[in-house]
Structure formats: C-alpha cells, structure tokens
C-alpha cells in the first residue's frame, strides 16, 4: 500500500517556512505556524521532518540545491543575469524587519556546525554562480578586458551582503534599489 497522496509538497512547506521566518525570525517560529501557512497539520510536519530543527535543515538544505542550479538565462546579458540574480537571491527580504528576521536565521548558520556547513556552501554556489556570470560578461564585451572574474565576483559578493545590512540600518529606498546601485558601483569601473 502506497499510502495517502501528498495534496501539499514538501517544496511548499519550504517556501511557507521561509515566509514565516520572515515574519517572526528563526527563534519564534514554529511547526503550528509554518504548518497553518502551509495549509497543513502539524503533525505533518513532524512525519516530514521530524522536529523545527529537521525543517530548517531541510529549508537550508534546499536554498544550497536552488542556488547550485540557479540560472538567469531568460536575461538579455550576463550582467542583466547578475543584477536579477541578486535582487531575487533578497527578494524575501524586502522589509527591514524580514530583514532582520533572517539575518536572524544567519546567526544560526554562523554558530551550529550542520547549519554553517550548508549556509558556506550555499555562499559557494553564489560565488560560483556570480563569478560565471561575470566570466559570461567579460566574454560578451560587458566587462573591460581584463577584468579578473574571480576577484571581481568577491567584490561583488560583499557588496551585495554589505548593501542588504545598510539598507536595513539606514531604510533609505527598496532592498532591491539599493543591491542596484551597490552593484552598479562595484561593477563601474569595469564597464567599458
């Protein structure tokens, strides 16, 4: 016997977890809520994941898989790519206090050994993905010749990671106008 059919997947309770952070950050979420978002029982919850921990490993988990396969093809230019890439990697995070609540969920990551080695390897994958698309530019002519996409693409990511934190201290504008013109900055100079 197969069992009963699953009406809500697991991708969906994800993204109602994510949504629930957002809300009330990692310490006060819960199964209760993450399972009323989601439109399931808790118990639900429970059997998928076994506890809050077992579901914010598998959210980690999944954020790693979605960014190593993260691609902005439908973009008109790698650095077109980049910019949609890095509005869309925040885009959860679109109020200070979201902000705030997720970079919550960040101090998890930095002092519990399971959750540093998935949010390392998720900061890898963008790393990688960033400087391919940079690698893509340079080959297109968006970038001046030259241009070192390694380098390039650690700037580029501490930019991004530093311009989300300033926004949230100094609210001036959207998350996704400031990544913008942080980027736009950083990215300047090797423009021809």
């Known amino acids: 016997m197969a069992g009963r059919p699953r009406l809500v997947d697991d991708a969906a309770i994800l993204r109602a977890a994510v949504e629930v952070i957002g809300r009330v950050g990692p310490a006060r979420l819960t199964l209760a809520a993450v399972a009323e978002e989601a439109g ?16 914010l490993l598998a959210l980690a988990d999944q954020s790693v898989r979605e960014t190593e396969t993260s691609r902005h093809d439908r ?11 890095a509005v869309e990697s925040m885009s959860e995070m679109a109020t200070p206090e979201r902000y705030a609540n997720h970079l919550a969920f960040l101090c998890l990551d930095l002092t519990d050994p399971e959750f540093h080695e998935r949010a390392l390897a998720v900061h890898r994958a963008n790393g990688r993905l ?19 996409a390694k ?4 700037t580029v990511q501490a930019v991004l990671a530093g311009a989300g934190l300033t926004w949230a201290l ?4 959207t998350l996704a106008e400031r990544l913008g ?5 950083a990215l300047s100079p090797h423009v021809p």
């Open 151 to 154: 380098a390039l693409a650690e």
């Open 170 to 173: 100094d609210r001036e504008g």
């Open 130 to 148: 960033i400087e391919s698309l940079l690698s893509e530019a340079a080959e297109a002519g968006e970038l001046r010749p030259g241009t070192g």
């Open 181 to 185: 013109r942080e980027l736009d900055a």
């Open 40 to 55: 399931v029982v808790p118990g639900t919850l429970v059997q998928r994941f076994g506890s809050k921990r077992g579901l």
């Open 75 to 85: 973009e008109s230019s790698a650095l077109a790519a980049l910019r949609a890439f």
